[in-house]
């Protein structure tokens, strides 16, 4: 229980790892005190390790009502295709979550993306950053990763570490995976899809891309806070910049139980509620999230291309 300054007079259930931060601005505006609520993971497992053993039984989000949650519960036997995807039951989430598997549409949903964005010119790498962009294979004995050919063909030099020529300019990518309930399980799918290829032509226009998935929504805070628009989410980390750009290391964004189990679980006993309004964020806290260019179900609507021309001109400073 804290007490939030200039926000709240009684003790509020956040969890003391949230930061929060209380700001007079929205999308630079002045207004009345608001908090940002924020929560940094490590990885996707920490986040299963504490919904599995940090979180009451009872928790809001585990088919049961909670006290500290706003609403009723979900009943996941009635409909596991909304909460758990094509996976189907809380079993085989955890199971894709640990193996690193995502969506089986996402190649789908990437190919996609990709033909479009390819059409319009946007893979089309300029002369002058070919050599600076192109990725080379160094053998590390250590800070590297496991190259398994390498290994069955008895090479010792088996670590791998794949390198760029060139100075990088560091762009975070921030996928927010929170959507509202008449969202279709695929969408998270899509999402990452969409993600993938902007990924794709930033780097080959020699930036050097970190990918961050994020569960981020305008807080009900409001309804004992008074006025006021609270936002609170948790970011974390799914592609760091060194890494190369892998399905089986950002996937779990796609898995929908981490957002509809894992998630509302999780976000219950972080800031006392999950039941969020999944609309645009506000430019205060897409900063607190340190997201260059965030990501979130506006983009699986109208012009992709031109939201991708967008991004790359910001960057350029046109």
Known sequence: MRIISKISKEPTHIHDSVDVRVVEKNNGDECDARALMLKEWKNTAEIVDFVD??????????????????????????????????YRTLERTRKALQQGKCSKLVSTYIDEYRQKLESDGLYNTPDELKDSVKRRRVWREEGGELDIDAVMSGDPNYWVKTVRNGKMRIVRLVINYSFSCGNKPEESARLLGVTYCVAEILERLGYGVEIYGAQACHSPRSKDWGDGDHEQGSIVPIKKVQEPLDLRRIGSVSVTGLFRYFGFVM????????????????KEMTAFMGADVLIGTSWLRGNQTMKVQKIIDRLKGV
């Open 53 to 86: 053993n940090h979180c009451p039984d009872d928790a809001w989000g585990r088919d049961s009502s909670h006290k500290k949650g706003y609403g009723s519960s979900v009943d996941g036997a009635v409909n596991k295709g909304w909460r758990y995807g094509t």
């Open 267 to 282: 976000d219950n006993e972080l800031f006392g509620n999950f039941n969020g309004y999944c609309t645009a964020l506000s």
